[in-house]
């Protein structure tokens, strides 16, 4: 409703295209908005031709893809998944796990990855804060991230990631991992 406001006529494929690939953040979504208009502004010509006359704009595919495409709005996504998982270093501390094991179980990443593996994988990786919770408490976090929009459950007691490209936010490979983990909890630098 604000882009039209604004001047321009979104058809449901393209709203829904939005909303897919902006993770149904609010604060990525309104950062859409504003790189529409400020495309808009910008590069009117590329898109538009003046002899058409004033609003409603109609979204092009090519201006949708070129906003889509963009570096600087993916790692507004990235920002933002970190946020919702600094909420607690507990939900960072899975979520590291979780992606661990996408590189660790590659043959699971579809179906989801169980608590049990999970759980195996905060001791291997000598989390701290994970230490002394129980089976319970596993599950209400990983409950918590699922209703946060970071992970889904393919089947009962297995999870994943909603989306691949969370790895970027989480850790882009074994090593970073790792390395963040330590860094969390105030180890060594590496």
């Known amino acids: 409703r604000p ?6 006529n979104i058809d449901a494929a393209h709203l829904e295209h939005i909303l897919v690939n902006t993770s149904f953040y609010p ?3 309104h950062y859409v908005g504003y790189s529409l208009i400020e495309n808009l502004s ?4 590329d898109y538009y031709q003046a002899s058409r006359g004033n609003p409603p704009y109609d979204l092009t595919d ?4 070129e906003i889509m495409s963009d570096n600087a709005l993916n790692e507004k996504i990235n920002e933002r998944i970190r946020w919702t998982l600094q909420v607690d270093l507990r ?5 590291r796990c ?3 094991l996408y590189y660790d179980n590659p043959e699971n990443n579809k179906s989801g990855h169980s608590l049990n593996s999970i759980i195996e994988y ?19 976090l990983l409950e918590e991230m699922k209703e946060m929009g970071i992970l889904v459950s393919p089947s009962e007691g297995t999870f994943r990631l909603r989306q691949r490209r969370f790895l970027d936010a989480i850790g882009s490979s074994r090593e970073k991992i790792e390395s963040d983990i330590r860094i969390a909890e105030g180890g060594i630098n590496v």
Request: proline letters at 0%; one cysteine or more.
């Open 27 to 29: 604060g990525i979504v």
């Open 91 to 95: 939900y960072f501390m899975l979520a």
């Open 122 to 140: 905060t001791s291997l990786l000598e989390i701290s804060c994970l230490e002394h919770m129980n089976y319970q408490e596993y599950m209400s």
């Open 62 to 65: 090519k201006q949708l893809g």
């Open 3 to 8: 882009l039209q406001y604004m001047g321009f």
């Open 42 to 45: 910008t590069r009117y010509a």
């Open 98 to 100: 979780i992606a661990y």
